[in-house]
T-cell receptor, first 114, second 115 residues
C-alpha cells in the first residue's frame, strides 16, 4: 500500500537555526512529491514540488527539499528559520498516473523559539 | 486575484441537520477536492471531481454528498448520517492531473462544529 510518513510530530528550533523536516514514502515507482505549509486556521499553501530533473528543489519562503530515490525520502530544509515559519508542514505524494490523487502525511508542527 | 473561496468560515450544526459547505474557484481548474482534517490525522479525502457532472468517492465519503454542476463550484453537504462531523473542512482545486503545473490550491477552510 502507498504511504507517506512524517516521523516527527513536533519539531522545536530556535530562530536563526537550521531546519530539516523528514518525509519518507512507500510507492511502487517514483511519485510526484510536494511540501505544503498550513498556518493555524488556514488552508494549505504549496511550498515546493518535485516532478523530475534536479533532485534539489527550491521553493518559496527560502525552503528547499532534496529527493533521494535510494532512501525514498523528500526532506524539507531551511538554513535559517524565522519566527513566522512556525506552522504545520505536510508532505504529500501523488502517483504518476491513474487518478493522481495525492496522499498526505500526518504533518509536522514546527515551533520556533525566539 | 484567482483563488478558492470557502464559506462560511465557521458553521454550527444541530444534531440531525444537513448543512452545505460552499467552495468556489476562479482558477479555471478542472479538478476539485474536499478534505477533512482532524488533529493529528492529516488530510483525508472525502470526494473529488475531475470534470463537471462527475465525481468520485474518496476514503471517507460516508455521510457526505457533493455536486459539480459548474466548473467553478463544488459544494459539500454534510448529512445527518455523518455521526462525527465536527472537523475542519478544506476544499482544493488543481489543473488536470498529469500537467506540469499540477499541484493543489487550497481554500482557507470551514470549521464545522456540532452543537
Amino acid at each position: 500500500a502507498q504511504s507517506v510518513t512524517q516521523p516527527d510530530i513536533h519539531i522545536t528550533v530556535s530562530e536563526g537555526a537550521s531546519l530539516e523536516l523528514r518525509c519518507n514514502y512507500s510507492y511502487g515507482a517514483t511519485p510526484y512529491l510536494f511540501w505544503y505549509v498550513q498556518s493555524p486556521g488556514q488552508g494549505l499553501q504549496l511550498l515546493l514540488k518535485y516532478f523530475s530533473g534536479d533532485t534539489l528543489v527550491q521553493g518559496i519562503k527560502g525552503f528547499e527539499a532534496e529527493f533521494k530515490r535510494s532512501q525514498s525520502s523528500f526532506n524539507l530544509r531551511k538554513p535559517s528559520v524565522h519566527w513566522s515559519d512556525a506552522a504545520e508542514y505536510f508532505c504529500a505524494v501523488a502517483p504518476r498516473g491513474g487518478s493522481y490523487i495525492p496522499t498526505f502525511g500526518r504533518g509536522t508542527s514546527l515551533i520556533v523559539h525566539p | 486575484d484567482g483563488g478558492i473561496t470557502q464559506s462560511p468560515k465557521y458553521l454550527f450544526r444541530k444534531e440531525g441537520q444537513n448543512v452545505t459547505l460552499s467552495c468556489e474557484q476562479n482558477l479555471n481548474h478542472d479538478a476539485m477536492y474536499w478534505y477533512r482534517q482532524d488533529p493529528g490525522q492529516g488530510l483525508r479525502l472525502i470526494y473529488y471531481s475531475q470534470i463537471v457532472n462527475d465525481f468520485q468517492k474518496g476514503d471517507i465519503a460516508e455521510g457526505y454528498s457533493v455536486s459539480r454542476e459548474k466548473k467553478e463550484s463544488f459544494p459539500l453537504t454534510v448529512t445527518s448520517a455523518q455521526k462525527n462531523p465536527t472537523a475542519f473542512y478544506l476544499c482544493a482545486s488543481s489543473p488536470l492531473p498529469g500537467r506540469i503545473s499540477y499541484g493543489y490550491t487550497f481554500g482557507s477552510g470551514t470549521r464545522l462544529t456540532v452543537v
